[in-house]
Nanobody, 122 residues
Framework: QVELVESGGGLVQPGGSLRLSCAAS????????MGWYRQGPGKPSRELVA????????NYTESVKGRFTISRDNAENTVYLQMNSLKPEDTDVYYC???????????????WGQGTQVTVSS
């Protein structure tokens, strides 16, 4: 079994930055794919924000390209999301996700973190 623990959310002004972390513990050798989804109140589903799968380069949803950077430290079993130039529309609960194949298909995600709130407001 795998446990994902997120940290780093909070309140920031528009244009500011936050760094999210997700530490994995347990049977981590199966975590071929890791990344982040987000979901806000009233939204019907979670949106894939960014992910790293195997040896592929990072993948981002269009709205965060050039502003967010995902990275992974395999030695520390941790994935990070550096969020710069934050906008009010980035306000959401951010969920870490992991799977032994790919998290790009939300129906296949095996492991979820508890979520961390990101609020962008002046």
């Amino acid at each position: 079994q795998v446990e994902l623990v997120e940290s780093g959310g909070g309140l920031v002004q528009p244009g500011g930055s936050l760094r999210l972390s997700c530490a994995a513990s347990g049977s981590i050798f199966t975590l071929y794919s890791m990344g982040w989804y987000r979901q806000g109140p009233g939204k019907p589903s979670r949106e894939l924000v960014a992910h790293i799968t195997g040896d592929e380069g990072p993948n981002y949803t269009e709205s965060v390209k050039g502003r967010f950077t995902i990275s992974r430290d395999n030695a520390e079993n941790t994935v990070y999301l550096q969020m710069n130039s934050l906008k009010p529309e980035d306000t959401d609960v951010y969920y870490c996700a992991a799977d032994n194949i790919s998290i790009a298909d939300i129906t296949r995600v095996d492991y979820w973190g508890q979520g961390t709130q990101v609020t962008v407001s002046s």
